[in-house]
Structures are given as C-alpha cells and as structure tokens.
C-alpha cells in the first residue's frame, strides 16, 4: 500500500492508496514479452518456443496468444505465430487506418460485385505468402480459403506477382531456394519455367494460373505497388479452373482496383514479414485454429 495526504477542512489526512494488482501487471508484461519476440523472430515462433524462450508455463502462453490473435496483431501460420500487417499500420503511425481489412475491404468487395468471383489480399511471409482479407464471390460453385492461409511464395499467380517485384538479387536468393516438387496438376518445375512466369508478370502488371497450386482452382493477381515500386501487397481473383478463360478477362478490372488501392495506401511503408518458415511443433499440442484443414464443398485452397 501507498500513503498519501490530502487537506480536509485544514487537517492534513493520511489514507492508503492500493498498489497496482500485481498480478495484471504481470499479465501485461508477459503479453508484451511474447508480442516482442515474435516482432523480433525471423521466423515464425510456436507456442512450445516462446515457452522455452520466455520460461513461462505453456498454458499461459496459448492464453496470451488466443488474445493477441483475437485482436489482429499476431496469426497463426503454418508452423507458428507472425505479427500481422494491422501490427504494421499502427506502429506505421497510420492514425486513419485500424486494420488492414478496414482499407481493403471496399476494394474486394467491389471486385467480388464485378466479378462475382472470389476476391483477395495477399502478403509475402518469408518463402510463403498468406492470405489476410477475403470476400467470398456469390457463385454457387466457387473458390475461398479464408484470412491465414498460406502457401508457398513461389506458387500461383499470387506468388509470381510478388516474386516479379523483387529485386534481382533477393529473386536469385529465393530461386536457390525453391521446392519445386509439384503441387498441383500444373505446378512449376524448374527455374526456367518459374523465371518465365515471373518475367510475364512484370511486363502485364498482373499474372494468372490454374491448377499450380492446388487442383481445379483458377487465379489472377495483380500487385499493390508502392512509390518505390515494391509490391506491398497483392489483390487476387479465384475462380474454378473451368472458368479460367472467364476469369483473365476481369485482369484490367484487377489492375485497375489494385492501383486505387496502392493509391489510398499511399505513405504506407511496406509491410512484407520477412520470416523463416520451419517446423517447430511440439508433439501432442493441441491443434491450431488455423484454416488450414481439409477444405469442404466450396472452402477450397486459393490457387
């Protein structure tokens, strides 16, 4: 306890001031230690992992991740936690924006409302890139996945558009990099066919694919660029493969949409999250809420 004093009809009065509850302090600063190690990772961190790395128990720490995920500021990936772009924005100092869907939102919806396709936006995650805002299309029969799913960077129109926007040297890099046993019916197989992937989606603006990254499913994308001419961020269509012919038309819709957004996100420095995906899943864990299962009658694997 806290002494403190105060004037009452001229008498000078001792009274007790309760000390801060020890124990939220100590809930806040453990929440802020495993925020910061995340934002600090160059690679993905699991629960059991920042458990060692923090010596906290681990139930504590699912408890502290379970928030953090609910408010925006970290997701799940495939092998652990990331900071999301909404983390970005704010320490950014965008006092306009709260998240990341609130800017985008209005552009997907207006694409889904030209296309009725399924529509969405896509960062770079280190070698994969993650799907962040979605709005499903109105067809009967249609392609979605959902806000953090991922796949590998190199796969899909998606990850050709990021790629194109890379610099020559980080693209070598990744190249070296690269897995390309097959996904799909249609997936990449060699440097050469990836590199001539990448080489058109530089000189369209935009890139399309079917059936690379999973089976059946049709994809365009186009880049969000910066003022530096880095891709930011990439707007992407999905369809079903036997609407792929359809679905290219609607690229100088997408291309057009993603500029206006690029636009709006002026004075937004990128926010790619260059991590390192690895394995790092202890055994008997209790399974992540990520959207990652088997999709069902329309929930399937953007391309």
Known sequence: MRAAVCVVDRTWELFDVPEPRVEAVKSVNR???????????DRPLSALALSRELDLPRPTVYRILDTLQGRGVVARVEDGNVVTPKLGLLVGGSHNIAKLADLIGPYLQRLVAATEETSSLHVRVGDRRRCVAEVEGYRGIRWARGP???????????GHVILAHLPDQELDALMSRVDFRPLAANSLTTEDELRERVRQARENGWSASKSETVDGAAAIAAPLVDHAGAAVAVLGLYSPADRF???????PTLV??????????????SITLNTTIREDRPSGASPDKERSGPPGSHDKENE
């Open 31 to 41: 929440a802020l230690d495993v925020l910061f190690s995340i934002a600090g990772s």
């Open 148 to 158: 953090g799913f991922t796949a590998p960077v190199w796969s899909g129109a998606v």
């Open 245 to 251: 012919e359809d679905l290219q038309q609607y690229a």
């Open 256 to 269: 057009s949409v993603a500029a206006e957004a690029a636009a709006q996100w002026a004075g937004i420095s």
